[in-house]
């Protein structure tokens, strides 16, 4: 139960930041130059995802249960810990917040300066754009899920239902809001999503190597509860040195 | 660049990162709790510590 709670909210938050990240850029171009190339893009993006994951899920699928705990935990582990770095960082204030609004305006002033439409009516620059956007994302959203569900029993479709649930709240968002949903606390969700990540790949990877865990599933909450402390401490300490450091430039500035 | 290389690109970009260390590092604390589990020793704290260790040493690195 604890594992299956944990997988679906992990799967669902990740889901839900890449998918915000691709209505970012779907969203751009759409309003920018037009829905009809865009949606074309995104539905070729869809059905070619389709097609990766109906490929990839059975492969993995085949592989033992025990490999399949070890290299699923320590992709996870891994991938987990990279999201976690970045997060304190960008919580520490070492790295600049990801911010959609930005990224939005980005994206439509390069869309104003890409070629028109073609001879057949198609603006190839939307559908290139659209379908690059949704289908490097939905990657991302793929392999979360593959990975994810694959190390549980019935977890792929666990997994699937978390990354659906996260399509429709971000399609009716975006639907609802036809702006880039720059109030979704991008830079929180990553901090939860990066804890959660390395707190089921910690778990998975060392059972993979026949760890036996004490309290068995109670240890995953314990993992988490270790990692959440010690990254906000890192926050903390990663936050006042920079301002230490930042306090002899100002005085100097203040002198000069 | 071919298609190829730059799906490979992707992919290492997506996993490995900004830091190529993280992933060493966990590879060798898993063989480590390989080398353990396999004397019979109980190795459960290994992962948790070194998951610590590899965090700080890479947020160490970043901000030099």
Partial sequence: MTQDLFLFLSAFLASLV???EALTIVLAVGVTR????TALGVAAATAALALVIAALGPAISALPFSVLRLVVGGLLLVFGLQWLRKAI???SGYLALH??????ETERDDARRGAGPGRDGTDWYSFTVAF????LEGLEVAFIVITFGSAREHG?????AAAATALVVVAVAGAVARAPLSRVPENTLKFVVGLLLTTFGTFWAAEGVQVDWPGEDGALPAILAVLAIASFVAVRVLRRRRAAAATPSRAAEATA | MSYVVKFLRFWYSFIVGDDWRIAAGVVIALGFTALLTDRGVAAWWVMPAAVMAILFGSLRRAIR
Wanted: no cysteine; charged share 25%.
């Fill in chain 1, 18 to 20: 890449e998918m915000v």
């Fill in chain 1, 34 to 37: 037009g829905w009809r190339s």
């Fill in chain 1, 89 to 91: 960082l960008r919580g």
């Fill in chain 1, 99 to 104: 911010d959609e609004a930005a990224a939005y």
């Fill in chain 1, 132 to 135: 690059k956007g949704v289908f």
């Fill in chain 1, 156 to 160: 792929i479709a666990l997994a699937a």
